[in-house]
Antibody
Framework: EVQLLESGGGLVQPGASLRLSCAAS????????MSWVRQAPGKGLEWVST????????SYADSVKGRFTISRDSSKNTLHLLMKGLRAEDTAVYYC????????????WGQGTLVTVSS | DIQMTQSPSSLSASVGDRVTIACQAS??????LNWYQQKPGRAPKLLIY???HLKSGVPSRFSGSGSATHFTLTISSLQPEDMATYYC?????????FGQGTKVEIK
């Protein structure tokens, strides 16, 4: 059974940094692309970033490019999202997502972790 | 970026009704279109991928169709557990983009 467990969310001030983690199990982590998708309170879904199975390829939404860094540790089956220069508009639930064989199809989602950026 | 527009934004239907949700892409995305279901307070779930392929375990009352820029999600006989918000999403080009969502309520 695929399981994705996010951690690291919380309340931070504007300009702060935060690192989200996602512990993955139930599938061969090192071969699957992984993504982060966020959802602002009461709003729709927004793709944030994707990393290839080997970790050699990454892509980002323009809204986070240059501030967020996605990475993975296949020895620990863990996905990370390092967020710097946080803004109020980054406030959202962040979901860790397993991509299907083809990247861009999000076939399993974690329960999400809330990031609140506020002074 | 490819814009995804869903209609309607919300609907209310009775149990047993046939429900149709439309999704329009701003550019031709061939069949690179997925549908997700999100129940209140829960994470989204993949329902349909590649326009019409049902994910394993999804009830057969759900179906998808379309191509290029116009797509449809159909629930053939609405059930109480289908109350949720439904999102379409394209993966033809990065950034992957979602529709704004369609909230389905039960009368």
């Amino acid at each position: 059974e695929v399981q994705l467990l996010e951690s690291g969310g919380g309340l931070v001030q504007p300009g702060a940094s935060l690192r989200l983690s996602c512990a993955a199990s139930g599938f061969t982590f090192s071969t699957q692309a992984m993504s982060w998708v966020r959802q602002a309170p009461g709003k729709g879904l927004e793709w944030v970033s994707t990393i290839s199975g080997r970790g050699s390829g990454t892509s980002y939404a323009d809204s986070v490019k240059g501030r967020f860094t996605i990475s993975r540790d296949s020895s620990k089956n863990t996905l990370h999202l390092l967020m710097k220069g946080l803004r109020a508009e980054d406030t959202a639930v962040y979901y860790c997502v397993k991509d299907q064989t083809v990247a861009g199809t999000f076939d399993f989602w974690g329960q999400g972790t809330l990031v609140t950026v506020s002074s | 970026d490819i814009q995804m527009t869903q209609s309607p934004s919300s609907l209310s239907a009775s149990v047993g009704d046939r429900v149709t949700i439309a999704c329009q892409a701003s550019h031709d995305i061939t069949n690179y279109l997925n549908w997700y279901q999100q129940k209140p307070g829960r994470a989204p779930k993949l329902l349909i991928y590649d326009t019409y392929h049902l994910k394993s375990g999804v009830p057969s009352r759900f179906s998808g169709s379309g191509s290029a820029t116009h797509f449809t999600l159909t629930i053939s006989s609405l059930q109480p557990e289908d109350m949720a918000t439904y999102y379409c999403q394209q993966y033809d080009n990065v950034p992957w983009t979602f529709g704004q969502g369609t909230k389905v309520e039960i009368k």
